[in-house]
């Protein structure tokens, strides 16, 4: 079991940037993949990116691609997503995940944070 907290979300004008962080609990989160996900209002939640358990493999959307990156320090038991050049139609409420593998925490993680919102403004 593993407990996730986001933080670092916020107002920021386009072109900006923003770091978020996912601070996990407990003592085998680095065994786990984590993923990190938004969901606009009216809209689905949808994947950003995703990092595995040694961070040696990364996954992102496309429309995210050049601009974020994902990171993590195990020994910290954080996830970070770093995003730079923003834009308005990343505004959105993300998430961060985790789960056993790429494949699942890409397509239906277990254990999911609260959220964070980031606002983009134009």
């Known amino acids: 079991q593993v407990q996730l907290v986001e933080s670092g979300g916020g107002l920021v004008q386009a072109g900006g940037s923003l770091r978020l962080s996912c601070a996990a609990s407990?003592?085998?989160?680095?065994?786990?993949?984590v993923g990190w996900f938004r969901q606009a209002p009216g809209k689905e939640r949808e994947f950003v990116a995703a990092?595995?358990?040694?961070?040696?493999?990364?996954k992102y959307a496309d429309s995210v691609k050049g601009r974020f990156t994902i990171s993590r320090d195990n020994a910290k038991n954080t996830v970070y997503l770093q995003m730079n050049s923003l834009k308005p139609e990343d505004t959105a409420v993300y998430y961060c995940?985790?789960?056993?593998?790429?494949?699942?925490?890409?397509?239906?993680?277990?254990?999911w944070g609260q959220g964070t919102q980031v606002s983009v403004s134009s």
């Open positions: 990092i595995s358990w040694s961070g040696t493999i990364t």
């Open positions: 407990g003592r085998t989160f680095s065994s786990y993949a």
């Open positions: 995940a985790a789960d056993d593998t790429m494949r699942t925490v890409v397509g239906g993680p277990d254990y």
